[in-house]
């Protein structure tokens, strides 16, 4: 059964016919615990408040850093995923200038066949009229000495 300090105020005694208890001290002893008491409940008041308070500030650091490990552990994965995108996509440029680069090879071998044959068929063409040439100069020799004889 809880005492509150009203209960200790309104607490009566019987007094004795002999040698029975002063009511000045009693009454002032009471008055002494009842006042005790009243600081003990609000202390007791305050703490509970306080504990409130803390138990809640708890609480919400606790979401606070529930909310930060979830927050970091995206992060965590989106710099992954970013890594990851980053990776495929180097691959693909380098695939790319692969390629690109075989591309150009091969062109420049088709191109370098084409030459090739270029500069064979104007060597021929060289040696022909090298010797078509030959062969109208020996012509026209032979027309001017045969003039001459």
Excluded: C, H, W
Excluded at 9 to 33: I, P, R
Excluded at 67 to 86: H, V
């Amino acid at each position: 059964m809880k005492i509150s300090p009203m209960d200790v105020q309104q607490q009566q005694f019987k007094g004795k016919m002999f040698g029975g208890l002063d009511a000045e001290d009693v009454d002032a002893f009471l008055q002494s615990v009842a006042g005790e008491m009243e600081e003990l409940l609000r202390e007791n008041d305050e703490l509970k408040a306080r504990l409130s308070r803390n138990a809640t500030a708890i609480a919400e650091m606790e979401a606070r850093e529930a909310q930060l490990r979830e927050t970091m552990l995206a992060a965590q994965r989106i710099t992954e995923e970013m890594k990851a995108n980053a990776q495929k996509e180097a691959q693909l440029v380098v695939s790319e200038a692969e390629l690109k680069g075989e591309r150009i090879l091969a062109d420049a071998e088709k191109k370098l066949v084409e030459l090739s044959g270029q500069i064979q068929e104007l060597r021929r063409e060289k040696v022909q009229f090298e010797s078509g040439f030959k062969g109208m100069l020996d012509t026209y020799y032979k027309l001017l000495n045969l003039g001459n004889e």
